[in-house]
């Protein structure tokens, strides 16, 4: 099993920066693509980030691209999530997410991930 759980989270102005942290614990694979997903109250969840094992491929939601930045450090069994230039539309519940898969085309939908942590907030005030 393997077990995921975010930090870093909070309450930032518009245009601060935040960056969340994700530990890896349990029976991990160093392969595993990893993602980081955010839901709104009253909304359903979204795809914000990906990244492969060896962290040559990632990807990102239009709404973030060139805001966020999506990384990884296996020997810590991390993944980080920096986000820069937060606006009050990214206020979400954050959450970290593992694939069993080592690779597939489709990254974006909620499906191809079987692990999930609790989810930690991030508030942005205009």
């Known amino acids: 099993q393997v077990q995921l759980v975010e930090s870093g989270g909070g309450l930032v102005q518009a245009g601060g920066s935040l960056r969340l942290s994700c530990i890896a614990s349990g029976r991990t694979f160093s392969r595993n693509i990893m993602a980081w997903f955010r839901q709104a109250p009253g909304k359903e969840r979204e795809f914000v980030a990906h990244i492969t094992w060896g962290g040559g491929s990632t990807s990102y939601a239009d709404s973030v691209k060139g805001r966020f930045t999506i990384s990884r450090d296996n020997a810590k069994n991390t993944v980080y999530l920096q986000m820069n230039s937060l606006k009050p539309e990214d206020t979400a519940v954050y959450s970290c997410?593992?694939?069993?898969?080592?690779?597939?085309?489709?990254?974006?939908?909620?499906?191809?991930?079987?692990?999930w942590g609790q989810g930690i907030q991030v508030t942005v005030s205009s």
């Open positions: 997410a593992a694939s069993r898969f080592e690779y597939t085309s489709l990254v974006q939908p909620s499906t191809q991930y079987h692990y």
